[in-house]
């Protein structure tokens, strides 16, 4: 294992895996549909952790050839679903409904706010808090105007921003991770389950309100602590680990495909097994990622003037 690897982050993309994955589950938990929750929070992770890595070291690249990097990382994987879809599930996609993302929000959301995070990097990148200030008050002012559905918890574009604030949050900790300290794990674990209680009761109570904004507040700070648990030492020895280390860091590199796949995947067919049905459909979504993973890689060399190598289509990070 790398020790320079900020291991950490990988622990950020390994829950969020999980929980997006729990909270699109409802029909695998016949009476206690109240279960598949956290959706939200694995977002918010999911975001944090693109922002995080987006400002890690490297020269800036020409805006061109900074965004063919992240299309090369994100087109190979939708395009693998779309062949598994249609191959396997016999799901039939229009070609511009495969370029376009239609089925998935958030890679049409990330594709948006690439450019910002571009320009973010660039011009911006000792400001990066005053730029999560003022998204905080364009954000703020928004609701008071806007009368409809679907502000962050719903199906509108307002919970773009939100994501953008987290992105921004991720590169904050991602430029300043070096002069991050240790906490003690239970201290952050405490907090963490603090900030998700606080932040559930915020939902319940203020709804779908102009007044929800707070809540990104706890949310964040789940988001921070998650992190702050994986550079503990205990977790830090753990992802360093021969046996830990791999296994958590090959979950999260398959955040992205374990998005893309799991609907088709998810079923109630097996709820007669409950409730070992909800585990062995997490790893039969993860084998599925898995499986898009290695189409991805191939598609990826495959579209690359290198020869192929075999090593790397198999590989998962």
Known sequence: MVKERDTAIDLVKFVAVFLVMNSHMGACYPKYQFLATGGAIGDALFFFASGFTLFLGGAILRFDEWYKKRIK?????????????????GR?????????????????????????LFLAKKYFSKHIAL???LTVIVMAIFPFFYKGEGLFYGSG?????VYLLFMLLGAIVGKERAKIKQMNVWIAIVLTFFC??????????????????????????????IYMI??????????HSKIGGPIVISIGALCLESYLVQKMIITDAWNTLFPWNVPLIMVL????????????NLIGQIFDSQPLNWHGVVRIY
Do not use: H
């Open 196 to 225: 998700i209680v606080v932040w559930y009761g915020m939902g319940y109570l203020l709804g779908n309100s102009s007044l929800q904004i707070l809540s990104i507040i706890p949310l964040m700070g789940v988001t921070v602590f």
């Open 230 to 239: 994986g550079k503990s030492k205990p977790l830090d020895r753990l992802l």
């Open 157 to 161: 574009y307002y919970r773009w921003a």
């Open 92 to 116: 039939e996609e229009s070609f511009g409904s495969i370029i376009l993302a239609k089925q998935y929000w958030f890679i049409q959301c990330i594709f948006i706010l690439y450019p910002l």
């Open 285 to 296: 979504v993860l084998i599925s990622a898995y499986c898009v993973k290695v189409i991805a």
């Open 73 to 89: 990382r994100i087109y190979p994987s939708i395009l693998a679903v779309a062949i598994v879809g249609a191959f396997v599930f």
């Open 131 to 133: 730029l999560g200030v």
